[in-house]
């Protein structure tokens, strides 16, 4: 597995990514992560595992908590000198948008070896979300990838040099691409973000497929120790109540956690509401607060480990879910299912991959990010929960959601793209 950071390092798809890397081994197959190395507190505090090839890198962060390799000669002998030692590679799964997906690639092609791409972000809307000049941005990074990929002799030449270009011309060199939902998957393909003919080999002639769903998964063990804590009796679940709301997340602009504040003033209800995480937009939540006097009370809780994180969403009685159009999966929501908590849905595509169990922001089929939207939501879903009649979650997703089954579904590609 590639990946842009070192799976040690703070970030959901790091978590996936160990995630994956242990149930794989519990299913006996060898599983090799490589990575930028680690920077200061961080690299101190991981203990050595043979598993990890790390990679010379430079910090890219004030913090150090992220790195960078550069992808290219140098880097391809070192990658192949750590490898020589491992055995026959027979797949290359890239869980990576950036230097991690080029060094991967590299190494795929000057092995023989079929690539599976594990695609995690909307780049477009993440890259316009973060930085100042997203068109630039993506102008560079296109020809980045240009210049590390090179020409492939079997791919046709992808002259775009927007965000879905620059996932076309990866997936051109996959075997097969996979997205943690059905909505993105979707919008992959509608973008001719496809596995590239060429690279499906002999096995498959002629043969063009789409993008595999398969869902990024919560940890069976920590989901049933956290399951046992939950009361036995169901009526517990359903008795009227002072509603207990969460949100949780990176705390940035994408995430929306400032216009939930303001829905939540504006909305009038008498809740109890935790807010779970950190980053740069928390000072400004907290003054928004202050200043906004929402009848609700709020309380910043910071970050969390992740089995206490999942017992706060399994106490509560309802997760609010506030981005719109920049997630690719919406992971909250589905481990909130999985524990039997409904939630409050901004974004459509997310709502409609859940399936039941959610009060819609606006009227459900279009994104409506105004805060009159989210203040009714609020208000419908504290009226149902006071008196004892929340929504329901898909009982179906507790198993669907379980690692082990998305493990299962990843080597079925697997054995697809190496038969």
């Known amino acids: ?54 990679l010379p890198s430079v910090p890219v962060t004030a913090d150090r908590e992220y790195s960078m390799t550069w992808p290219g000669r140098r880097t391809d002998r070192r990658l192949d000198a750590a490898m020589a030692a491992r055995g026959r590679v027979d797949v290359v799964h890239i869980q990576a948008d950036f230097w991690g997906a ?13 690539v599976v791409h594990t695609m995690h972000n909307r780049l477009d809307v993440g890259i316009e979300a973060t930085t100042p000049f997203p068109k630039l941005v993506l102008r560079a990074l296109n020809a980045w990838q240009r210049r590390a990929l090179g020409r492939s002799p079997h791919a046709p030449e992808e002259r775009g040099h927007d965000g879905w270009a620059y996932q076309r011309r990866f997936a051109a060199r996959a075997a097969a691409v996979t997205a943690p939902s059905t909505h993105f998957a979707r919008r ?10 060429a690279a499906l080999g002999a096995a498959a002639p002629g043969r063009e497929t789409g993008v ?52 939540l003033a504006a909305s009038g209800v008498d809740a109890h509401v935790e807010v779970i995480g950190g980053g740069g937009q928390l000072r400004a939540a907290r003054r928004l607060v202050e200043k906004l006097r929402p009848r609700a009370d709020v309380h910043f809780v910071g970050r969390m480990p992740y089995a206490e994180t999942l017992r706060r969403i399994a106490a509560s009685d309802a997760v609010v879910q506030t981005s719109i159009g920049f997630e ?52 419908a879903a504290a009226s149902d929960i006071a008196t004892g009649t929340p929504r329901v979650p898909d009982p179906t997703i507790r198993e669907r959601f379980r690692q082990s089954s998305r493990t299962a579904a990843m080597i079925e590609v697997y054995g697809r793209v190496t038969a």
């Open 1 to 54: 597995m590639f990946g842009d950071q070192h799976a040690e390092s703070l970030g959901g798809a790091q978590v996936s990514m160990r995630l994956q890397r242990r149930f794989l081994e519990k299913a006996g197959h060898t599983v090799t992560m490589v990575a930028p190395a680690l920077h200061g507190r961080r690299a101190r505090a991981v203990a050595p595992d043979a598993a990890y090839v790390d």
């Open 102 to 114: 080029f060094i991967g690639y590299r190494f795929a092609r000057r092995h023989g070896i079929p």
């Open 188 to 197: 992959l393909e509608e973008h001719g973000v496809r596995p590239g003919a």
């Open 212 to 263: 595999d769903v398969i869902w990024n998964g919560i940890d069976d063990d920590v989901l049933a120790e956290v399951l046992s804590t939950l009361p036995a009796d169901p009526a517990d679940a359903t008795a009227p109540r002072r509603p207990r709301f969460v949100w949780l997340g990176r705390m940035s602009p994408e995430k929306r956690l400032l216009p939930f504040l303001e829905a």
């Open 328 to 379: 690719t999966q919406g992971m909250t929501i589905f481990e909130a299912a999985s524990l039997g908590t409904p939630s409050i849905v901004s974004d459509p595509d997310l709502a409609a991959e859940l399936g039941s169990g959610y009060w819609a922001v606006g009227d459900g089929s279009t994104a409506d990010p105004s805060t009159a939207a989210l203040a009714a939501a609020l208000r």
